[in-house]
């Protein structure tokens, strides 16, 4: 049996540096200094993928009240970010995770079950994380609510 291992709270945030829409590479010590909202999605413009983009941009107000900045990360290419982003009005950042590496650092990449099949894939994960260190881990969390869910758990614990 496959033992996957998770991100736990008190973990280092492992690093990444990607690309977003606009194919600058962005990196976690860029934030430095505010609280990450990081999540992983399997798809753009897939139903649950825009419900949870267009819920976290609809709270990015009350987030940034909170020095939180929201970051999506998905295998999709940077273009298809920009397309989401124009088409969808989100107010949050996008990255783009091609090869799945961060996705598979953050343990948010593995055996998943769809339509009762186990297939591989982007584990829809969230992490909150301050100074290069993990607050909070949410793994196979769904995607309606969520947003508001993780801006409830940041103004009880931030």
Do not use: W
């Amino acid at each position: 049996m496959e033992h996957t291992t998770q991100l736990q709270r008190g973990d280092k945030a492992p690093q990444f540096n990607l690309p977003n829409e606009d194919n600058v590479a962005i990196a976690l010590q860029d934030f430095s200094g505010y609280t990450i909202v990081l999540y992983f999605y399997p798809k753009d413009n897939t139903s649950g993928c825009t419900t949870q983009a267009q819920e976290f941009s609809a709270l990015i107000h009350e987030f940034e009240s909170l020095n939180a900045i929201v970051v999506g990360i998905s295998p999709d290419k940077p273009l298809t970010h920009k397309k989401f982003i124009e088409s969808k009005n989100l107010k949050i950042i996008l990255l783009s995770d091609e090869n799945k590496h961060v996705a598979t650092t953050y343990h948010a990449y593995g055996k998943k079950m769809m339509y009762g099949k186990e297939v591989h894939g982007i584990i829809r994960s969230t992490f909150i994380i301050k100074d290069g260190t993990i607050l909070e881990s949410f793994y196979n969390v769904k995607a309606k609510g969520h947003a508001q869910k993780i801006l409830d758990f940041l103004k009880q614990n931030t």
